[in-house]
């Protein structure tokens, strides 16, 4: 054996999980270096951190039934790589390459480190424009601006990755000749990246998404690793290939929670709420990659878990200092049988300044949230003594916003096979037209039910016409 492998060597000495701990006598490896079972190349470990003089903690990538105390590993000197650019359009991966779709099998041409840079401050370009998604309730409520992000927060089974799937649907069709669009699975079921591969196929958009998976099934790992990998990808497409991405990620509390998992094998002292000390850093690290700059954009749309439908959950709450829109998802409102299920008054867009959405839909927004807020200070009045005590005003205010609540349903094209209902997308110009006219009331006349599921108010009219 030569001297330079003999220097690269190291033996493993601890094993607790997914974290393999290694000494190296000679020269000690970087971080993110990929380090290999001597006897088993197959079996890969990413140098982490320093655990201790000439000892390092590692995380296993692959299983960890082929390792044991004592065995060598070899250093790589080179961080994992994954493959980019065109050729991983229309392909499901994951963080090794491998290919999980059902075409024909490719070898890839293009790799890149996994760990990539980020962009200067003054590099980086202020979104400005508004993104359409065609979904009433995003586009008027919490705006998305190209080249920002967006965060859909929302507890178990109240339908994240159904919207998430719409906003790809809609947006990738549109826009499916000046983008391209990366979509990273994290923590999420098998069965519904499925699902999402299908919808893609069938909507003919396919060719224009890369897709990479590192679902629940996954060590913590894969899962905390495929992130990154994605945000990498899309980097790729913005920096190589000057194109404008749509980054999608669901879901980002799995990423904190795979973090999290790897913090508890490393024994570190927890942070506030139990989380890994350095989640902080980790989100910071994820979202600043995730920017524009002068030769294209990220425009990211990311699903965040609530566990227990608590908002204040330190993994959920260390998203949102990177977000510039923020979709809050209710439980109550889901029960109610109005989806898209959106808390109208949590959710918000630093998009919806008059300077970038319009004097209307501005002035129609703030009269809109104000009208809401109202109503729900009238909520408990009504529960208690119903709708008919109140006042002729208050009870104008009451059923107006009842209205407005109804309007905002929607049927989607993503779950037309569920609901048998035809999916629409209403344009903002149309939404903010329709809302001015609620607002003044020209349609108070109309049961409050009549406004369900309809896509704008001309549909309303030729009901009534119908009649």
């Known amino acids: 054996m030569d001297n330079m492998t003999t220097q690269n060597r190291g033996r493993v000495v601890g094993i607790k999980g997914q974290i393999i701990e290694v000494e190296f006598l000679q020269t000690a490896p970087s971080v993110y270096d990929i380090l290999v079972l001597e006897e088993d190349p197959s079996a890969q470990l990413e ?29 790589t000197g080179r961080p994992l ?25 490719i070898s890839f041409s293009e790799y890149q480190p996994i760990q990539g840079h980020t962009i200067g401050i003054y590099d980086v370009k202020v979104p400005e424009q508004i993104l359409e998604t065609g979904i009433k309730a995003i586009d008027f409520f919490a705006p998305i601006l190209k080249g920002g ?28 000749d000046n983008s391209v669009s990366v979509f990273a699975g994290v923590g999420e079921r098998a069965r519904e990246g499925q699902e999402l591969y299908e919808t893609l196929r069938e909507s003919g958009v396919l060719p224009q998404v890369s897709l990479i998976y590192g679902q629940m099934g996954e060590n913590p790992v894969v899962r905390f690793r495929t992130a990154t990998a994605g945000v990498t990808m899309a980097e790729h497409f913005r920096d190589s290939m000057g194109k404008n991405v749509l980054f999608f990620i669901d879901n ?41 700059n002068d030769k294209a954009g990220i425009t990211t749309i990311e699903a965040v878990y609530v566990p227990s439908d608590d908002i204040g959950d330190y993994g959920v709450q260390s998203v949102f200092p990177f977000l510039d829109s923020t979709v809050v998802m209710s439980r109550a409102v889901y029960q109610e049988g109005r989806f898209p299920p959106v808390d109208f008054l949590a959710s918000n867009s630093a998009g919806a300044s008059i300077e970038i959405v319009g004097k209307a839909h501005s002035k129609a927004l703030i009269a809109a949230q104000s009208l809401l807020k109202k109503a729900v200070s009238l909520d408990r009045i009504v529960s208690l003594v119903g709708e008919g005590e109140l006042s002729a005003d208050d009870q104008m205010i009451y059923r107006r916003a009842k209205i407005i609540r109804n309007y905002m349903t929607q049927n989607f094209f993503v779950a037309e096979a569920q609901t048998e209902r035809k999916g629409v997308y209403v344009p903002l110009v149309q939404t903010v037209k329709d809302m001015t006219e609620l607002l003044k009331g020209g349609y108070d006349h109309f049961p409050p039910d009549d406004f369900l599921y309809i896509a704008s108010l001309h549909d309303l009219e030729d009901k009534a016409a119908a009649k």
């Not at 990538?61 to 044991?68: D, N």
């Open 47 to 75: 140098v982490y951190a320093s655990s201790g003089e000439s000892l390092f903690y590692c995380f296993s990538l692959t299983p960890v039934t082929k390792l044991h105390r004592g065995a060598w590993v070899v250093n």
């Open 252 to 292: 980002v509390f799995r990423f904190a929670q795979a973090g999290h998992e790897l913090s508890t094998m490393m024994n570190t002292i927890p942070s506030e709420g139990g989380y890994q000390s350095t989640l902080a850093s980790e989100m910071s690290t994820f979202h600043e990659r995730l920017v524009s």
């Open 81 to 105: 790589h994954i493959p980019v650019g065109t050729e991983t359009l229309g392909r499901v991966i994951d963080i090794f390459g491998t290919i999980h779709d059902d075409q024909d099998q």
């Open 149 to 176: 992000k967006v965060g859909l927060f929302g507890g178990a089974g109240v339908g994240k990755t159904m919207l998430l799937t719409e906003i790809i649907h809609n947006v990738i069709i549109v826009n499916k």
